[in-house]
């Protein structure tokens, strides 16, 4: 589909808020893992199955047309930057959380360790500095 570009600032889009639907044949093993394996606080007054990451809520949810593993699960990431990659990496493989790239060392200076959720979506804990420090 062709799109029409128009002059920015003409019809920029006011964003009051941003959440994050993340949809499963088990929304509740996946809200449970987010919750209770890699440690994100409840979203209240977003329904039984929300979470807060700095502000934005992830919500887990069920839909007719989602089953099984993510069959492309590059598609979407989930980003978490931290302070310290490799302790949380650490942590969340002493808890059984499969990992298919540790503390890889990227061109822009970060640091990153990919996990996959019980759903098979990518996850990402980010380490970068501004200073250039630590990483």
């Known amino acids: ?5 128009v002059q920015a600032g003409s019809t920029d889009m006011n964003v009051n808020s941003l959440n994050v639907s993340i ?7 996946l809200y449970t893992f987010y919750r209770d ?3 994100l606080p ?6 039984d199955h929300a979470l807060n990451v700095c502000g934005t809520a992830i ?4 839909h007719s047309e989602t089953h099984g593993k993510a069959k492309e699960p590059q598609r979407v990431w989930l980003n978490f930057f931290v302070d310290d990659v ?15 790239r540790k503390e890889g060392k990227e061109y822009w200076g ?5 996990f996959v959720d019980p759903d098979g979506n990518y996850g990402q804990l ?10």
Not at 42 to 47: D, H, K, L, P, Y
Not at 86 to 100: D, H, N, T
């Open 59 to 62: 919500l887990f949810d069920g």
């Open 23 to 29: 949809t499963s044949d088990d929304p509740v093993r």
């Open 42 to 47: 409840v979203q209240e007054g977003m329904g």
């Open 110 to 114: 970060g640091v990153i360790s990919t």
């Open 86 to 100: 490799k302790a949380e990496r650490e942590r969340l493989e002493a808890a059984g959380v499969p990992f298919i």
């Open 37 to 39: 394996v890699i440690g």
């Open 126 to 135: 980010l380490e970068f500095h501004m200073d250039g420090e630590g990483a």
């Open 1 to 5: 589909m062709p799109w029409t570009l």
